[in-house]
């Protein structure tokens, strides 16, 4: 089982950078795939960050050139650095683990960029 906690959320303003935290409870070279999704008000849950195992990423394109994904492995954690936000970018932030087919979250932490 893998435990995932966000942190680092919080108010910005329009054209500001955050950085988000996932702290794993277990090493994150046993996770196959760490993902980050947000959820806007009202709307579904979308993609928006992906690192495999192999340390390949990928990006939704509304993120891309803005957001970054990375990981300090001794912390075993990773994270989601976020430059340029705009208030489309407002959402509670999710972090995602797929260890053996199966699939963790964590509780989400908020970002808010008012208009």
């Known amino acids: 089982q893998v435990q995932l906690v966000e942190s680092g959320g919080g108010l910005v303003q329009a054209g500001g950078s955050l950085r988000l935290s996932c702290a794993a409870s277990?090493?994150?070279?046993?996770?196959?795939?760490i993902r980050w999704y947000r959820q806007p008000p009202g709307n579904e849950r979308e993609l928006v960050a992906a690192?495999?195992?192999?340390?390949?990423?990928a990006y939704a394109d509304s993120v891309k050139g803005r957001f970054t994904i990375s990981s300090d492995n001794a912390k075993n954690t990773v994270y989601l650095q976020m430059n340029s936000l705009n208030p489309e970018d407002s959402a509670v932030y999710y972090c995602?683990?797929?260890?053996?087919?199966?699939?963790?979250w964590g509780q989400g932490t908020q970002v808010t960029v008012p208009s």
């Open positions: 690192r495999t195992s192999m340390r390949s990423k």
């Open positions: 277990t090493s994150i070279f046993d996770i196959d795939f």
């Open positions: 995602n683990a797929i260890k053996r087919s199966y699939s963790y």
